[in-house]
């Protein structure tokens, strides 16, 4: 494999991390998202430096991503940068050792199912895949984490959406 990059979700850059040894890459959508004034500034002075590139994801590894998260439950976790960020990490996955660095724990869920490389900067970060689904409050009756509306269709009572473990680390 090539040479080490890491690609920086905003919580491992508010989290004070950018490699010095390494190429550091990420989207614009993910810059946007960074407002305290230390992490801005930090980011001004690598891009400045070189230390941080910005790229934008292929359509094709952003379909992947979708049909992924949505199979995993994780589709209304998950932000369009997240979706954005991982599909970029899929699409460079090819050429490069890579890792992502973010605290997010839907993120590490769902590069842990598609088998990209994370680390955490300040949490621990996730120990096994997790799967959602929704669960009525009065007769207990199961639907998939993707279904619509918020009651159920057998008795009218309230879903709500439960976590359920797919695998271990």
Not at 85 to 90: D, T
Request: charged fraction near 25%; charge should be positive.
């Amino acid at each position: 494999m090539s040479e080490k990059v890491y690609i920086l979700d905003a919580s491992g850059i508010i989290g004070g991390f950018i490699s010095q040894k390494h190429p550091n890459i990420t989207t614009s959508a993910v810059l946007d998202e960074i407002k305290d004034l230390k992490s801005q500034m930090m980011v001004q002075s690598a891009i400045q430096e070189g230390n941080l590139q910005i790229a934008e994801p292929d359509s094709g590894a952003l379909m992947k991503v979708q049909k992924a998260v949505k199979s995993s439950g994780d589709i209304l976790r998950l932000s369009e940068v997240d979706k954005e960020l991982v599909a970029l990490s899929l699409f460079l996955k090819k050429n490069y050792n890579l890792q992502v660095v973010t605290d997010d724990y839907s993120m590490q869920n769902i590069l842990k199912i598609m088998h990209i490389p994370y680390r955490s900067v300040l949490t621990e970060g996730i120990n096994e895949i997790y799967g959602w689904i929704k669960i009525c409050r009065g007769c207990r009756q199961k639907y998939p984490s993707d279904h619509e509306g918020d009651e159920c269709d057998t008795c009218g009572s309230a879903l709500y959406r439960k976590k359920i473990k797919k695998s271990s680390k």
